[in-house]
């Protein structure tokens, strides 16, 4: 079982909707991001956090550290969120501040 | 601010060659970062660097796999020689200090033939 682990793997969407991913986590952690990766490649860094809710325009990100839990909100969903979003842990007890990486959840919204 | 530079961005080899990328952190970055991502999965790290010392390694195949940030600035991964498995995009971040946000490149991606 993966440390960190992701839902739904694939998500199609129509432009508007609001859009929830989910992300689960079996470790104990001192920081949690949000990452998004578009084709070709490229990783943005959406949030970082440790702990509550952050928001960055249409983007929402909320942490429950208890439940070692995290989602991922997308408001007034567009065509240019589709995109790959990956869930990335780090690790209590990593001196390195290693991630743990998430196999990411596709996005896809339709016009 | 200019961002994270790596290159070549593609790269076609045949297995049993060898092959380096290069990476250009971001100005001042101490930390810097290379992970394999493979097509559908989630990033792994290879080797994360604290100016020109080697803080993490423990993921890197280091049979086949090399990496310096010898000035501590500029880094190269080298592969030699390449497998079949090796095929995948090849991610190089920074961030000022370990721990804090890490501010990723646009990848090379490479396929072993």
């Known amino acids: 079982k993966n440390e960190v682990e992701q839902s739904p793997q694939n998500l199609t969407a129509q432009e508007g909707e609001f859009i929830t991913i989910n992300c689960s986590y079996s470790v104990g952690i001192s920081a949690l991001h949000w990452l998004q990766q578009h084709p070709g490649g490229g990783i943005v860094s959406l949030f970082m956090l440790s702990s509550g809710k952050k928001k960055h325009g249409r983007l929402i990100a909320t942490i429950n550290i208890q439940e070692k839990h995290s989602s991922l909100h997308i408001t007034a969903s567009h065509p240019r969120d589709s995109a790959v979003y990956i869930c990335?842990?780090?690790?209590?007890?990593?001196?390195?501040?290693?991630?743990?990486f998430g196999e990411g959840t596709q996005l896809t919204v339709n016009p | 601010e200019a961002g994270v530079a790596q290159s070549p961005r593609y790269k076609i080899i045949e297995k049993r060659q060898s092959v380096a990328f290069w990476c250009n952190p971001i100005s001042g970055h101490a930390t810097l970062y290379w992970y394999q991502q493979i097509l559908g999965q989630g990033p792994k790290l290879l080797i994360q660097?604290?100016?020109?010392?080697?803080?993490?390694d423990s993921q890197l195949p280091k049979d086949r796999f090399s990496a310096e940030r010898l000035k501590g600035v500029d880094s190269t991964l080298k592969i030699q020689p390449a497998k079949l498995e090796d095929s995948a995009v090849y991610l190089c971040?920074?961030?000022?200090?370990?721990?804090?946000?890490?501010?990723f490149g646009p990848g090379t991606r490479l396929t072993v033939t």
């Open positions: 660097f604290q100016n020109n010392g080697v803080v993490d």
């Open positions: 990335a842990v780090r690790r209590e007890e990593t001196s390195g501040s290693r991630l743990t």
């Open positions: 971040a920074s961030s000022l200090v370990p721990g804090s946000e890490q501010y």
